[in-house]
Structures are given as structure tokens and as C-alpha cells.
């Protein structure tokens, strides 16, 4: 529920020597669907994309992608 230690958490997903690259989807999309840091990790996802699908095996991008569910406001869900 800290969402200091969220954010430090998704920037280790960029980090293969921290978070293996077939693990740090999933742990994205778990800091998505926390209700604290959901739009944070909306936001890393908008801004990151493009090192994730270089860094992200195929598998692991739908599986992130699907944790937008967890973005449950009108605006959040219109930028979706």
C-alpha cells in the first residue's frame, strides 16, 4: 500500500538483473491492479511501452495488457 515502494517496484521490471523480463509483466500488471498505484502504473505502461516491447517476451505483453481491467475510472478508462 505503499506507493513509493509500488513505483521503486515498477522500475525494477525494467531491470532484467532485478526482475527477470518473463516475470515483469506479470509484476506490472499486479502494481496495476493495486488500487493505490493503479494510475501510476498506467502511466509507466503509456511511457515505457516501447522499451517494454523490446525488453517483454510477446506472452507477457497481452498478459499486461490485461490488467487495464483494474483501471476503473471514466477518465483512466477513456485513455484506454
Known amino acids: 500500500r ?3 515502494l509500488l513505483k521503486r517496484t515498477l522500475s525494477f521490471c525494467l531491470d532484467p538483473k532485478a526482475i527477470r523480463t518473463q516475470d515483469a509483466p506479470f ?3 499486479s502494481v ?4 493505490v ?23 507477457g505483453l ?7 481491467t483494474a483501471l476503473n475510472t471514466p477518465a483512466l478508462q477513456s485513455q484506454v
Open 32 to 35: 496495476m491492479r493495486n488500487e
Open 62 to 68: 497481452v498478459r499486461l495488457c490485461g490488467a487495464v
Open 2 to 4: 505503499n506507493l513509493d
Open 37 to 59: 498505484s493503479s494510475e501510476h502504473a498506467w502511466r509507466f505502461l503509456q511511457e515505457r511501452w516501447e522499451e517494454m516491447v523490446k525488453l517483454f517476451p510477446p506472452s
Open 27 to 29: 509484476v506490472i500488471a
